[in-house]
């Protein structure tokens, strides 16, 4: 077996390698100026662990399926996808008539050209796991739950509460508090009028004089956070700091965020390592 | 039946239902800010006719996949791709080891999701049929020659010369000068050393006061025709011009063309519709 990292995953695919005691095999991508791609692949190991995050997923997913097929040439038996982190998850039904189901689409569209799944923590409504969204293949969502808890306890306040922001996050965010004995308080998404969400906490009064961790799955745009920042801060609590699976967030979300008061936000490198991303490699090589 | 054209083809798409006398039914594409796609149709007819170009063609990919299933959910019973650009075809072999076979790849992806595949002159060169890009379903190569040489007849010098670039557009070049009356060069592909490719082309003194235009299936970054040019021009040519299937061409490379004595540069408008582009509607329309 092999680890085939593309570029923007490698640190992480030879770490994962590392764990294994089998080889990282970069894939090597090349964009033409007319925009095709070009992937080349060093000789396929029986079992391909192909490694990619599915951020931006449109040519990742074209160039994936061309690693895949390159793999099957030149031999490999099974060709496995660990994608850390799983886009197109959140159009999981046509929300107005005519519109595409994209998550069932690129769902049926791994599990027709890869041989197995693994993602982390993916971001799942409506439907409930994730063998529904690639069927026939054998798909692990493992959670990040125990190397976030494992990233939070080093000199942490006892006194700190973990704030999820909605009622789905409840059992989500209880994992991590639980290995760190810490307070748990959900928040609510309350619809006011036609479109209007607002979140509502119930039980912040117990957030005065304490820290507070946010922790959700996926920071992107970080309007969310920004909302329940606020809250947190006019309860009285000391600080505020998130913590996520998944940094999805580009600099300028980083910048409101932190204007928002909220002091430091730390996320796995399933999209991207950067100095202080918490690493996925452990979690990863215990699932294969 | 209805044909739905996406955003930069949307002209083509309703000449092509004009001369077929069904609606034109734009397909929406919203790109999210992390870069995924939802793409929003209206309510499908049975025979579902999508049109779009393939350049740039991984994100276009994606989407089509996605129109294609939206278009089944809605109870189309046949979805057939219009594609009068089709990209990935030159990548139809590993040239390197481990390379993936593109054009294998995404023909396959195009056959497991489509119901036909209609494109306008392919660049095909070691696979002869366009049948063996997408096996199974019914896939049709239409060329364009008729338009081009339609366009060019108006006010035609009946002493020009049709200069293909090599031996394997001959039969096309061919094809476009027969209904015109007009002689035919075609060059040779001389390779020197190792990589060093240069074009000869034999029985050039005919040129010799006469105006030439060249031919070719794409022009993309010009290099062929720029040297084409350089070889008539010597050759004493009055007048030099190009004419092809797809302008797949960027500004900087029209540019260049243009500095190297190329008067007119004439395209269909297989990629982008632009003002004086040759419009492929009317024999999309006879194909299907
Ligand atoms: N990548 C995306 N970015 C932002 N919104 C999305 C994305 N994909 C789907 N949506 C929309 O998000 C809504 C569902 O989100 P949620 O209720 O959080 O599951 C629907 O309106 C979707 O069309
Ligand atoms: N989109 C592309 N742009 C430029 N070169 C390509 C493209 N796709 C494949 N190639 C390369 O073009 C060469 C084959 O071109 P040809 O001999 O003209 O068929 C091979 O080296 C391919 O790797």
């Not at 030879?14 to 033409?32: D, K, M, Q, T, Y």
Request: glycine share 8%; charged share 20%.
């Amino acid at each position: 077996a092999a680890v085939y990292p593309f570029a923007e995953c490698l640190a992480q695919g030879e770490a994962l390698a590392a764990a294994l005691g089998i080889p990282a095999l970069p894939v090597e991508v090349h964009r033409f100026p007319d925009g095709e791609s070009r992937v080349r692949l060093h000789p396929p190991a029986r079992t391909a662990i192909v490694l990619r995050p599915l951020n931006d997923p449109n040519a990742r997913l074209i160039e994936l399926l061309l690693a895949a097929a390159a793999l099957r040439d030149g031999g490999a038996a099974r060709v496995i996808l660990v994608a850390p982190y799983l886009g197109y998850m959140r159009q999981d039904m046509a929300f107005r008539p005519g519109e595409a189901v994209s998550q069932r689409v690129i769902g049926n569209l791994i599990a027709a050209h890869f041989d197995g799944l693994i993602t982390v923590d993916p971001h799942l409504h409506r439907v409930s796991s994730l063998a529904e969204v690639a069927p026939g293949i054998p798909a692990l969502s493992i959670s990040a739950a125990p190397v976030l808890a494992a990233e939070l306890a080093p000199g942490l306040d006892p006194r700190t509460v973990l704030v999820g922001p909605d009622s789905e996050s409840r059992p989500w965010v209880e994992s991590i508090a639980s290995p760190l004995g810490l307070d748990v308080l959900v928040g609510e998404k309350v619809r006011h009028g036609d479109r209007a969400v607002r979140i509502e906490l119930p039980g912040k009064e117990a957030l005065h004089g304490r820290p507070a961790i946010l922790v959700d799955d996926v920071i992107s745009s970080g309007t969310t956070l920004i909302e329940c920042a606020r809250i947190l801060r006019a309860a009285g609590a000391t600080s505020v700091e998130a913590v996520a699976t998944h940094g999805l967030a580009r600099m300028q979300d980083l910048q409101r965020i932190a204007a928002a008061g909220v002091f430091r936000v730390r996320t796995t490198d399933s999209i991207a390592a950067h100095p202080g991303s918490i690493p996925l490699a452990p979690i990863l090589a215990q699932a294969l």
